[in-house]
């Protein structure tokens, strides 16, 4: 009896916290299943385990994981040990690094090529990378590179080794030698390079620009954007030369940068505008990139990002540059637009004459500064870049800037359209859209094709957009008083337009043709159609009983989503070698199943595939944002808005977290949603708000069909009085 009891306990009674049942495999016996009790040092248990199989020096051993990165287990890593992990004793990290640290500088060429293949596969674990570095490893590896004796596959297993252990942050990039640096970059240059070899020494010469401003000198010297270029074309490579042209451009120094003697890097960012602008560069991004016989992923779509932004980023400089009333070089520019307006006939001689005649004219070109029109441009933003794009509309569109100015000042004075005051709230306006003079963000992809469509892509924006600004004035009749209004609209119209994603400028008008001013307030009727159309008391009424029922269908949908399951990106240093991870909710809502991927999922991942879990009695809360601790660790690396705003969290026993980072905002809103169902709170996304808005409106007039046309009234009806008796009434017994 007392066995049997025993016997109970022990199966019905879970296993203390600190205890962990694992497997542990040694190569040639069988594996060893035990209870891993947290609480002990590590050393012990792998002295326990040495024993088992009569092997000496525990202390030359180690624990690693044994499916996915094999990671070394630490005191630090051991808490992230789960029930049912099957775990590999190795040697010891120090003992790898040191055999290994040998072998590659070993005399037999198929001993090192074994050694510097398994030395790039370790170098991704930070535990070897420590012990590797501390060994003066990197040197020695630096070394083999500069030597220039390595080629294939030897040299790619040594770059791609130096990069993972780089990329940890425990040596600083600045250490490097121009020796290294100049044997890197004249693999980038040479004509015929393997293209593993060639991948990694863009790598890291981008790793190298982004994390050393000393470095981006030395690089700069040796590699031009112009060399870059010519990699564009092959589609093995054209990724990682892109996010090299990327971080030359983003690291390149100021003008402004004073020196105290002349050097020629000075002038460096300059090139690297000329270069970015010109046709070479755009055409073969357009060609074979942008539209490749291969679909964009998403690195080389963040990639392209980053170009434009950066690209546009050039315009910021004008942008905050004020006009100077007084520089007669600046003066002359609002003279060329007045001149080509009107043509500069018949000039009057006098002074006060041709002064009266300017006046008018610049109030015909709908100046706010009559006088001296050049008071206009001293606001920044959009600064010179204002009058810039008017120049560029005057000179290469002279039709269309001719026709919009004498179009309007012949229209009656309260219709006419101010072409000078629209075109500088039309230029700021566009620089808030184009988010011009902000860094790129690290999650996003929002590239637009056909601004790789045109060498002067900015300024032919800019004249598609002021011609829509003038035909929407006409459209809606506005006046002077309407400024604001007639702006709000074109920027919707433009804002509608870009999310369409139209592959060239000739698309974009049709995709602005298509958005008129009537179809705009159509648009906005029926977005606004389920809060102007139910305002009355009984109509509020229904809404606040029908709510429950749509809450609770969405809240079924949101955890239905969840059994599916999402695919989530590690942040990590080098978004190339991406690695991804997959989570879903059990079928009965009881457990969170995760695991490590080696690529993107397609479908659904099966939860055999999916060795990590915690169940839902476990989770103590979620938290999003700046309260994620991923996102307080990664507070050094600046973390941007983007990131911050998908990123959340799991709390659960004891004192363990589970990171994610969303991949978009639908998928954040769809997992915060469906975790706070979970713990049974209230499910605050802007997705459910607006799925509650869309349900409930089309519930709301499906109830009210029967009533079309007829006015509700705003109190019930009275209740009619009592009949003085009831002699109406008949019996039917």
């Known amino acids: 009896m007392a066995q049997l009891q025993a016997c109970y306990q022990s199966t019905a009674m879970p296993p203390p916290a600190d205890i962990v049942k694992v497997a ?15 609480k002990r040092p590590l050393s012990s248990i792998i002295r326990e385990v040495c024993d088992g199989w009569s092997l000496s020096g525990s202390e030359q051993f180690a624990l690693r994981y044994a499916d996915g990165p094999q990671l070394y287990i630490t005191e630090q890593s051991r808490g992230d040990i789960k029930n049912g992990t099957i775990l590999r004793l190795a040697i010891s990290p120090a003992r790898a690094a040191r055999q290994l640290l040998e072998r590659i500088q070993s005399h037999g060429i198929d001993a090192r090529l074994e050694a510097l293949k398994e030395l790039a596969k370790l170098s991704a674990d930070p535990t070897f990378a420590t012990e590797f570095i501390n060994m003066e490893g990197i040197g020695t590896l630096a070394r083999l590179v500069e030597s220039g004796t390595h080629f294939g596959e030897m040299l790619a297993f040594t770059l791609t080794a130096f990069l993972e252990l780089m990329d940890h942050g425990i040596v600083s990039w600045d250490l490097i030698s121009l020796s290294f640096i100049k044997q890197i970059a004249g ?7 393997d293209v593993s070899i060639l991948q990694r020494s863009l790598a890291i010469l981008e790793s190298m620009v982004l994390n050393s401003h000393s470095l981006y000198h030395r690089v700069a010297q040796e590699i031009t954007v112009g060399q870059l270029i010519g990699h564009l074309s092959n ?10 042209i990327n971080a030359l451009f983003l690291k390149a120094p100021e003008d402004r940068r004073q020196e105290e003697y002349t050097n020629p890097l000075e002038q460096h960012l300059t090139e690297m505008a000329s270069t970015l602008a010109q046709k070479h560069l755009r055409s073969i991004i357009l060609n074979h990139v942008i539209r490749g016989n291969r679909p964009i992923k998403a690195e080389m779509a963040h990639q392209l990002y980053v170009l434009q932004v950066l690209t546009f980023n050039l315009l910021e ?3 905050m540059t004020k006009m100077d009333p007084n520089d007669q070089t600046q003066r002359d520019i609002i003279f060329e637009l007045r001149r080509i307006a009107f043509d500069g006939e018949n000039d009057p001689t006098g002074t006060e004459k041709r002064k009266a005649m300017y006046t008018k ?4 070109l709908g100046f706010t500064n009559h006088v001296n029109p050049a008071m206009d441009f001293t606001q ?16 290469v569109h002279q039709d269309t800037y001719i026709r ?9 004075d309260k219709h006419e359209c101010p072409f000078g005051r629209c075109a500088i709230e039309l230029t ?18 929002d590239y637009h094709p056909m601004f790789f469509t045109h060498d002067r892509a900015w300024e032919e924006f800019f004249c598609v957009c002021i011609q829509l600004l003038n035909k929407t004035w006409k459209e809606m009749r506005a006046t002077a008083e309407d400024f604001n209004k007639v702006m709000q609209v074109v920027r919707e119209q433009i804002t509608r337009a870009l999310a369409m994603k139209p592959p060239s400028l000739d698309q974009l008008k049709n995709k602005l043709r298509g958005l008129n001013y009537s179809e705009i307030l159509r648009l906005r009727q029926s977005e606004r159609m389920s809060q102007d159309d139910f305002q009355s008391p009984p109509i509020i009424e229904l809404r606040e009983r029908i709510q429950p029922e749509i809450l609770e269908l969405i809240k079924q949908q949101r955890l239905n989503r969840l059994c599916e399951g999402s695919c989530f990106r590690k942040l990590g240093n080098r978004r190339r070698q991406e690695k991804f991870w997959f989570c879903r909710l059990s079928l009965n809502h009881k457990v969170l199943h995760y695991g490590d991927l080696d690529e993107s999922p397609q479908g659904e991942v099966p939860f055999e595939l999916l060795s990590d879990k915690i169940p839902v009695s476990d989770i103590k809360s979620v938290v999003t944002g700046k309260d994620c601790p991923h996102m307080k660790e990664k507070s050094a690396l600046k973390q941007n808005k983007e990131v911050l705003e998908l990123a959340f969290s799991v709390l659960y026993d004891p004192d363990e977290t589970l990171n994610f980072v969303a991949p978009n905002k639908y998928e954040y809103c769809i997992w915060t949603d469906g975790l706070c169902a979970l713990l049974g709170r209230e499910m605050g996304s802007d997705l459910t708000r607006s799925d509650l808005d869309t349900l409930i409106s089309m519930e709301m007039k499906l109830r009210l069909l029967d009533l079309e046309n007829i006015t509700i009234p705003e109190a019930p009806p009275p209740v009619p009085k009592e009949p003085s008796s009831y002699n109406f009434t008949y019996n039917y017994s």
């Open 24 to 38: 542990i495999e040694w190569p040639g016996a069988n594996a060893q299943l035990i209870e891993m009790d947290q």
């Open 404 to 412: 919009i100015v004498l179009e309007n000042s012949s229209r009656e």
């Open 187 to 193: 693999y980038v240059n040479q004509p015929m390079v």
């Open 361 to 364: 004219d610049y109030k015909m």
């Open 317 to 319: 400089e004008r942008m």
């Open 235 to 244: 589609q093995e490579i054209q990724t990682y030369a892109i996010a090299l």
């Open 428 to 445: 700021r306006m566009l620089c808030e859209i184009l988010q011009v003079g902000e860094l790129p963000n690290e999650g996003c992809n």
């Open 380 to 395: 920044t933003p959009p600064g010179m870049l204002a009058l810039d794009n008017m120049l560029y509309l005057a000179k």
